[in-house]
């Protein structure tokens, strides 16, 4: 069975940038086929969508990420990125991904699946 992995994340200031990856490990799954969707949990809060994209390329944001946050696929490589500018302290979290159809994703990802490990990101000084 395949999962995904999560990499990227890390310490950095506020207004930094950072870019993680979500990788789907294993064998006998056609990513190219579906919605993948980035969500983050801080502590003592519950998880929150934070980017989807399409099987197309379409893409949806929380509206606290719209400008700064990018995500992107590359269907070859397995791997859909979150490229984080303009990084605020409000963005701490560890950040998962997940793979589903469109409508679970807009929806706040309950019903995805292959939940990664996640990747802890810090935005502090």
């Known amino acids: 069975q395949w999962r995904f992995v999560e990499s990227g994340g890390g310490l950095v200031q506020p207004g930094g940038s950072l870019k993680l990856s979500c990788t789907s490990s294993?064998?006998?799954?056609?990513?190219?086929?579906?919605?993948v969707g980035w969500f983050r949990q801080a502590p003592g809060r519950e998880r929150e969508r934070v980017s989807c994209?399409?099987?197309?390329?379409?893409?949806n944001y929380r509206d606290s990420v719209k400008g700064r946050f990018t995500t992107s696929r590359d269907n070859a490589q397995k791997t859909v990125y979150l490229h984080m500018d303009s990084l605020e302290p409000e963005d701490t979290a560890v950040y998962s991904c997940?793979?589903?159809?469109?409508?679970?994703?807009?929806?706040?990802?309950?019903?995805?699946?292959?939940w990664g490990r996640g990747t802890q990101v810090t935005v502090s000084y």
């Open positions: 997940a793979v589903g159809i469109w409508r679970q994703c807009t929806a706040g990802g309950f019903d995805m699946t292959n």
């Open positions: 294993g064998s006998g799954f056609n990513l190219d086929d579906w919605t």
């Open positions: 994209i399409s099987s197309t390329g379409i893409t």
